[in-house]
Structure formats: structure tokens, C-alpha cells
């Protein structure tokens, strides 16, 4: 078929496209395209050639047509357009053009609405906080509060004085001086090893590159509140045992009562520990009752420092409720015969064959309180 009279038959079919109903138009343009298809396939090139022309002429004679090839999409911007119709009804009959030994015209028609995240297949783009949020630290420790000896083997041992006989006194004359005897007692502490361990995958390190930072502080921090409550345990032997009681006074009065009893013994207060709960009840103590809060004589807070006649107040959760320290903390001493070591091995077990890691904190340490009248251990709901 000619070039010529393939577009005289594409005008005709547009021509009697008009007044007909939407099957009458699809019958048509079906039939149309059943007969022209081997024209249309030996005939490509003179197609191709004067393609352009075709629709610009089309476009011309139909004035709302826009056949969009590039993006497949006809959008409808009139009613009267006929032929326009047609298309967009027939749009599975109507091939798109490509180069080569076959030209086909296809228009595609797609519904269109707003884009939301519903559109996305799999998972959005994310940013990434590698910093753990870990439970905290205890706010203060008991290695905090004491001085630190490290010696070479398992065991400690100090001297403690103990009551003797006799005293010094006037001589009367011509009688024998006074005699004193003096005695002591030799205390032994000995170190142990206070530990644990963590094991996980390689593939878990590999895969969450934040355990690396994470596993060392999270042993720090727990293995610090191991050795506080086993720190606590000596501490509550040891100590000497407090005779103040509640009735007749409240929590701060109890607390300058404590460094009273110490100051009658001659030792010094350098710090009192009690609970957070305990801590916050001294700050809201009122004057009198009902006349307001104000802390009572003696105690002091400035720059989140609590001071009981200038002793520092500090907040430690190792202990139990209600419970308190008064006392001279350089007179205990944390003894360390090996310091905290925090080591990793693939080899540990069968961590070899199972691609694992095992990561250990220890340390090898007592704790040694070397004066027990120095320290004493309270409790404010004692009657």
C-alpha cells in the first residue's frame, strides 16, 4: 500500500470515527488495524519517514490530540475531540514506533494520583546513631571513696591496735611507775578474683559495627557494680554498727548525731553515703511543720553538692534502703593484687570452630577496713 493511501485511510477512519458509540470506535479502529497490519509491517520505512507528518497533520485537525510517545501517556484536555476518544479507548491497539524492521504505535493510559511513602517497595533511607543508649554508671563508687594498695601476692595483712592494760599515771614516791601493756592484732585480707565474661559472634560484631565500643563499657560498668555490692557487703560487716534512732528526730539530725560520735572518738568525717531516696528526703525536709521547706541548720547545697557541716553528701545506690555511712574513708582500703584487665579471645572453648569471641573483665582485689571505729553504718528507720 502506498504512503499516501495509508494516511487517506487513517484520515477516513477519523472522519468516520464521529457520532459513533465507544464499541462502534473500538470495532473500527480494530478492524483497521487488522487490515493495514502487512502494509504497515512492508511498509516501515515510508511509515517512519512520514510519521511526524501524519500527526502533525492530526494534531492540526484535532486540536485537543497530545500523543505523548516519550512518556506513554495521553492526557484528555477537551471533550469534542472524537478521534481523541478513540485512542484513549483503544490504547492496547495502538503500537509506539521503534526502530529496526518493525513500527509499532502504542499509548499507554495510566490512572494518576499524589505519591506518598506507599509508593516505595522495601525500607526507607536511614540515618544511623552508632552510640549505644546504655544504662547508666552508679554515681558513685565505693573505690571512689577509698585509697588503694597493690601488693605482689593473695594476701594483705595489717596491725591493728586493741585494748591493753594499764595506764600512765603519777607516781607516788618511792613506789613503781605505772606499766602499760600494749596489744595488737594482726588482720589478714585476702584478694579474689572478681569476674565475667561475654561471648557472641563474629557475624554479630561484623554486622553491628556499634557492639565493639559498646561491649567494653557495658563490662566496665557492670563489673563496677559488682565490686560496689560486694564492697558493701564488707563495709556493712565491718563498720561499726550505729545506736541513733529515728523517734525523737528526723534524718538530718540523725546524720550530725553520727559526726558528733565520730568527733567524741577523735576520728574525722570525710564523707557521708546514702541513698538517692534518702538524699532527695533531707532536701525537702520542712523548717518546722508547716512552715516551708528549708534545709536545717548545719547543711548546705551549692553546685549540686550537699554538705552536712561541710561534709560532703553523696548519693550511692549500692545501698540498701534507709541505709547510711558516716565516717573516715581513708581508714579502708581497696587491696588489688592484679588490677582490672579486660581482655578477647577467639580461641577460648570452641570459639574457633563456631566463629565466636569471648570477651572477660577481671580483677584480683578485697577490700580492707582497717579501723571499724572510724566508720559507722546507720539506718534511718531504726526505733
Known amino acids: 500500500m502506498e504512503s499516501k493511501d495509508f494516511t487517506a485511510e487513517l484520515k477516513e477512519l477519523a472522519s468516520n470515527l464521529e457520532g459513533k458509540s465507544k464499541q462502534e470506535v473500538k470495532d473500527a479502529i480494530e478492524a483497521f488495524e487488522v487490515k493495514n497490519k502487512e502494509a504497515i509491517n512492508s511498509q516501515v520505512k515510508e511509515v517512519k519517514d512520514g510519521f511526524d507528518a501524519q500527526v502533525k497533520e492530526l494534531q492540526k485537525q484535532h486540536d ?21 476518544k478513540a485512542i484513549k479507548n483503544s490504547f492496547e491497539s495502538i503500537k509506539s ?33 552508632f552510640d549505644v543508649v546504655m544504662f547508666p554508671n552508679q554515681k558513685v563508687n565505693v573505690s571512689d571513696l577509698v585509697s588503694q594498695i597493690n601488693i605482689s601476692g593473695g594476701t594483705y595483712t595489717f596491725t591493728r591496735e586493741v585494748v591493753g592494760e594499764g595506764s600512765i599515771s603519777s607516781q607516788t614516791e618511792g613506789a613503781s611507775k605505772s606499766q602499760i601493756d600494749y596489744d595488737f592484732l594482726s588482720v589478714d585480707v585476702s584478694t579474689n578474683f572478681l569476674a565475667g565474661f561475654a561471648r557472641y559472634s563474629k557475624k554479630m560484631r561484623n554486622n553491628l559495627p556499634y557492639l565493639q565500643s559498646f561491649i567494653p563499657k557495658a563490662l566496665r560498668r557492670d563489673y563496677a557494680k559488682a565490686e560496689n555490692s560486694s564492697f558493701n557487703a564488707v563495709l556493712a560487716a565491718e563498720a561499726t554498727a550505729s545506736t541513733q534512732v529515728i523517734t525523737g528526730q528526723n534524718k538530718p539530725e540523725m546524720l550530725i548525731a553520727e559526726v558528733a560520735t565520730l568527733d567524741a572518738l577523735d576520728r574525722d568525717v570525710n564523707a557521708i553515703v546514702l541513698t538517692s531516696d534518702d538524699y532527695h528526703s533531707i532536701l525537702s525536709t520542712e523548717k518546722s511543720t508547716g512552715a516551708g ?19 560532703p553528701v553523696l548519693k550511692a545506690n549500692w545501698l540498701a534502703d534507709n541505709k547510711y555511712y558516716v565516717g573516715d574513708w581513708s581508714r579502708i582500703n ?14 577460648d572453648s570452641d570459639n574457633f570452630v563456631k566463629n565466636n569471641i569471648t570477651a572477660r573483665i577481671e580483677s584480683q582485689v578485697a577490700l580492707a577496713v582497717e579501723d571499724k571505729l572510724a566508720i559507722i553504718y546507720g539506718d534511718f528507720t531504726a526505733e
Do not use: H
Not at 529496526?100 to 536511614?126: H, Y
Not at 521547706?293 to 547543711?299: A, M, S, W
Open 334 to 347: 581497696k587491696v588489688v593484687t592484679e588490677g582490672l584487665s579486660l581482655a578477647f579471645s577467639e580461641e
Open 97 to 129: 514506533v521503534e526502530s529496526g524492521a518493525k513500527k509499532q504505535f502504542k499509548t499507554e493510559i495510566k490512572a494518576v494520583g499524589d505519591m506518598t511513602t506507599s509508593n516505595l517497595s522495601g525500607d526507607e533511607p536511614r540515618d544511623y546513631n
Open 293 to 311: 521547706y528549708g534545709l536545717p541548720f548545719g547543711f548546705t547545697y551549692n553546685n549540686e553538692i550537699m554538705r552536712c557541716l561541710g561534709i
Open 64 to 84: 485537543e490530540l497530545n500523543v505523548k510517545m516519550q512518556s506513554r501517556e495521553v492526557k484528555e484536555a477537551g471533550k469534542g475531540d472524537v478521534l481523541k
